[in-house]
């Protein structure tokens, strides 16, 4: 089922330009444009809400490294389609709730015509790739969190952005809501002495400046559950009801579309081989959960400096941590205590309602990432760069956040910070330009990843398949054996070795080995007997 709606795209390349390669890959660039503009579209209107900020995350995400693989590859076409649906169905959730609701409860949805659409494009997106089904849990999320602030802006003292002007009212008169001012528990405006009067600060509330951001997150929280669980002639559920009525639909959307993905599937999930994700396999719960674990950190890392990039990160790749003394693993504690700083930074934020780009960023970096994280079920890949291009997103956002925060809070190094952001811009850019060199033959491609990752057996099966192609058999042989020697359960690699070897006992040796590995090798089978004949 997935990647259904992918399989409309090509017809239409070979209808409009025949099988010339240069449209598919047209089509791939126009798809990341567009990706590119939607994403600053967001960002000005429900991240950020400054051009500036959104133009700047844009050109950070149009030139990020990581996206060679999923924009230059054919197949990539997949996860970038995906990503427009994405944020096409995030917009679309974002304009049926109602913005500019105030009042006891959450906001109403205002057009359902754009909650129904939301959930078609987010089907979409599932449609072309399986990580398009988070949306929902993003928009929920999103939902919960950012859009439930209007609460607490009441609880605040109404919205500081917009104040209304009202004229002087007696003291008796700011001790309740206006009759006119209030229809059915909705609130269009609120007075900010109104509210404060009803509602007063808590007597431990501090100062904004003299508590730390773990501090100001904890009290944050503390306030954000009074508010939860406030009752004020209304329980939580009466008040949550809008948003409860929302989260009921999509959650049974969404079981209902799940549970047709796996019927579609005859109920089982795929299966993968050893090779292509070593660690699901191994007998150790430590042993794999240390490795999933340090993988999470390998991933932020391409995200933050992608200096190193390879089209297959299977066999040999990543050796697996055994052990909790592994030096690895502090990458993995090094990501847990940033995910922690991050959110807390987040809820801190609740406190003053501002920095609404950080729960977004952070949406969108985690909830995309979590079907490629083996957590649910197990993927057939150990790092994958093209199932980055979603979660990429969500990491420009923070990027462009933090280069917000340092340049208010480093005012007089404004100039230097710019400076070095626009030489990462020229070194992405760089690096782009260099990788999809690498994507213009079988050949480079092949090449590069023997260069990159000598010790991965995958690439140096590849690159002796090509080379067997191009009539190269000693060179052929040669990588052969090296992909056996890294990985001797390799049994595609002992076939191909076996069509090579003149020697009949050395050949027949190759495939009867190559069946003890895995009995129903067909090729295998197919040369021994041919051998036998």
């Known amino acids: 089922m997935a990647g259904t709606w992918c399989t409309l795209t090509p017809p239409l390349n070979i209808l409009l330009g025949g099988m010339n390669p240069f449209y598919f890959h047209a089509v791939n660039v126009i798809l990341h444009c567009l990706v590119t503009l939607v994403l600053m579209y967001t960002c000005d209107k429900a991240v950020f809400k400054d051009c500036r900020l959104a133009f700047v995350t844009a050109l ?55 909650l129904l659409l939301s959930l078609f494009l987010g089907t979409c997106a599932m449609l072309v790739k399986e990580t398009g089904v988070t949306v929902f849990g993003v928009c929920l999320v999103y939902d919960f969190f950012s859009l439930s602030c209007n609460g607490l802006k009441l609880r ?36 900010r002495g109104t509210w404060n009067s009803c509602h007063p600060a808590a007597p431990d509330e501090p100062r904004s400046g003299s508590l730390s951001v773990p501090s100001k997150a904890m009290w944050a929280i503390r306030r954000y559950c009074r508010y939860l669980t406030a009752n004020n002639n209304q329980n939580f559920l009466y008040t949550a009801r809008p948003f409860l009525k929302r989260a009921a639909l999509v959650i049974s959307y969404v079981i209902l579309v799940l549970y047709f993905r796996l019927w579609i599937m005859g109920g089982s999930m795929p299966m993968f081989s050893e090779q292509d994700n070593p660690a699901s396999f191994s007998p150790y719960l430590l042993t794999r959960f240390l490795t999933y674990s340090y993988l999470l950190a390998f991933n932020a890392w391409l995200l933050l400096a992608p200096i190193t990039l390879c089209y297959d ?67 057939g890949f150990v790092v994958a760069e093209r199932v980055l291009y979603m979660p990429s997103m969500g990491y420009c956002i923070l990027f462009v ?3 917000r925060k340092l340049s208010t809070w480093l005012d007089k190094w404004r100039i230097t910070l710019l400076t070095l952001f626009a030489l990462v811009l020229l070194l992405f850019s760089w690096k782009t330009v260099k990788q999809n060199e690498i994507w213009l033959s079988r050949e ?23 080379l067997k192609d ?19 359960r390799h049994a595609s690699a002992l076939n191909n070795l076996g069509t090579l070897t003149k020697d009949v006992v050395d050949a027949k040796d190759y495939y009867r080995r190559a069946l003890q590995l895995n009995p129903q090798h067909n090729r295998a089978l197919f040369n021994l007997g041919n051998l036998l004949k």
């Open 156 to 191: 605040n003292g109404g919205i500081h952005q917009r104040p209304a002007r009202q004229p002087a009212a007696s003291p008796s008169a700011s001790l309740q809501v206006p009759p006119s001012g209030r229809e059915n528990g909705k609130h269009r405006f609120a007075h």
């Open 401 to 403: 956040h933090g280069l």
């Open 444 to 466: 480079s491609l092949f090449s590069s990843g023997v260069k990159t990752l000598p010790h991965n057996a995958k690439v140096h099966y590849n690159y002796a398949n090509f």
């Open 60 to 114: 950070f995400f149009a030139v990020h490294p990581i996206h060679t693989e999923a924009v230059t590859g054919i197949v990539g076409r997949a996860d970038v389609l995906a990503c427009l649906l994405f944020l096409l169905a995030f917009l679309s959730y974002n304009r049926s709730v109602d913005q500019l609701y105030v009042g006891e409860h959450f906001p109403p949805t205002a057009s359902p015509f754009f």
């Open 313 to 379: 990160w299977q066999v040999g790749s990543i050796p697996l941590i055994e052990s909790v003394w592994d030096a690895r693993n502090l990458a993995t504690v090094f990501l847990v205590l940033v995910l922690m700083l991050l959110s807390l930074h987040c809820i801190a934020a609740f406190k003053k309602l501002e920095h609404k780009e950080v729960l977004v960023g952070l949406l969108f970096l985690v909830f995309p990432f979590i079907p490629a994280s083996n957590l649910f079920f197990r993927v």
């Open 470 to 488: 191009q009539g190269r058999n000693i060179e052929a042989i040669y990588h052969y054996k090296t992909a056996l020697k890294l990985y001797p």
